[in-house]
T-cell receptor, first 111, second 111 residues
Framework: NAGVTQTPKFQVLKTGQSMTLQCAQD?????MYWYRQDPGMGLRLIYY???????DKGEVPNGYNVSRLNKREFSLRLESAAPSQTSVYFC??????????FGQGTRLTVV | GQQLNQSPQSMFIQEGEDVSMNCTSS?????WLWYKQDPGEGPVLLIA?????ELTSNGRLTAQFGITRKDSFLNISASIPSDVGIYFC???????????FGQGTTLQVKP
């Protein structure tokens, strides 16, 4: 029972490179989220998907794109990474009004 | 920007003392969640609240869903060293279903 799995766990990118963060859940939840966490800022919502095929912007969507491939997977793409995107990224999932379960995080450094 | 205001930002207390933290917003929520995060880990749920006015306890922790649906508080009684960590409130917006987080309260406990 993996819950929420994020890959990779660590990544270093050069400015301008692109990459995709993967998230998969085996909890059969409809809602999935991508957050970034920076010191003193809490978790800020990047994108939200209420169900397969739907996505919605969160508080800080600029520089990111997402894809809800199916019910299980929700990916986050950085098309042209910038140093300001250095952060810890968390994927989460829940079923409507319920607790959200989190992955272990992806630590991204852009140099 | 951030729609949830969490306070205090940090607390340094003596073991055995009680702790109180709260979150407020101008938005209306249908769910309030309180999480704790240890270094290098994802947030872990402490208490979930689903109804305005609801008061829920989990051991030494007590949380309440504000009657206006715009605020919540968390109390920790008789703190112990393992209570150290970052505590986050999270609210699910009634109008969009998005789950957003406060900035966090960093708790340090002196033995």
């Amino acid at each position: 029972n993996a819950g929420v799995t994020q890959t990779p766990k660590f990544q270093v990118l050069k400015t301008g490179q692109s990459m995709t963060l993967q998230c998969a859940q085996d909890m059969n939840h409809n809602s999935m989220y991508w957050y970034r966490q920076d010191p003193g800022m809490g978790l800020r919502l990047i994108y939200y998907s209420a169900s397969e095929g739907t996505t919605d912007k969160g508080e800080v969507p600029n520089g990111y794109n997402v894809s809800r491939l199916n019910k299980r997977e929700f990916s986050l793409r950085l098309e042209s990474a910038a140093p300001s995107q250095t952060s810890v990224y968390f994927c989460a999932t829940n079923r409507g009004r319920s607790e959200a379960f989190f992955g272990q995080g992806t630590r991204l450094t852009v140099v | 920007g951030q729609q949830l205001n969490q306070s205090p930002q940090s607390m340094f207390i003596q073991e055995g003392e009680d702790v109180s933290m709260n979150c407020t917003s101008s938005s209306i929520f249908n769910t309030w969640l309180w999480y704790k995060q240890d270094p290098g880990e994802g947030p872990v749920l402490l208490i979930a609240l689903y109804k305005a006015g609801e008061l829920t306890s989990n051991g030494r922790l007590t949380a309440q869903f504000g009657i206006t649906r715009k605020d919540s508080f968390l109390n920790i009684s008789a703190s112990i060293p393992s209570d150290v960590g970052i505590y986050f409130c999270a609210g699910q917006l009634s109008n969009t279903g998005k789950l957003i987080f406060g900035q966090g309260t960093t708790l340090q406990v002196k033995p």
